[in-house]
């Protein structure tokens, strides 16, 4: 699988995506261990609080939503990406972002987006990382912060 260098390449596969390729980036060991062998009906997540399966792979989109006008996309996947980066920790050993074109099936209970992966794309590099955690950094927000539950 290809690897994403940097942010802005990253930004610029988003913004070279076709309206029928949705991408999306997901946190976990990779394809090989989230994908049963491309059988749609196998892929497929779990409820931390209560251990449910759910009906795909939990994921966040990357399709720059229209209200967000002529914004930088650099920025917005630099948001993307640091929205999760405490699953690296959570979800030890071997998590790290890639990034995939799918299909959402559903909505798992934090309301994130369940998603079946119809291709893989690429691994998302470190160095893609650190300049999204600098990007968000410049923005000076002290109000703003990842999405993990115990900050």
């Not at 917005?76 to 959570?90: E, F, G, I, Q, T």
């Not at 002290?142 to 993990?148: A, F, M, N, S, V």
């Amino acid at each position: 699988m290809d690897v994403i260098e940097d942010l802005e390449q990253l930004a610029a596969r988003v913004r070279g995506a076709g309206e029928d390729q949705e991408l999306y980036v997901r946190w976990s060991r990779g394809p090989m261990a989230d994908l049963a062998a491309g059988r749609r009906k196998e892929q497929s997540s779990r409820d931390a609080l209560t251990g449910v399966t759910l009906p795909g792979l939990s994921a966040n989109p990357l399709r720059v939503e229209p209200w967000w006008g002529n914004r930088s996309v650099r920025l917005w996947v630099a948001r993307r990406l640091y929205d999760y980066r405490h699953l690296r920790d959570l979800r030890r050993p071997g998590a790290s972002p890639w990034v995939f074109v799918g299909e959402q099936c559903g909505r798992g209970p934090d309301n994130e987006p369940l998603v079946i992966c119809h291709q893989p794309i690429a691994w998302v590099s470190e160095k893609a990382l650190q300049e999204a955690d600098v990007a968000i950094r410049e923005q000076h927000s002290d109000e703003w912060g990842p999405l993990h539950r115990s900050n």
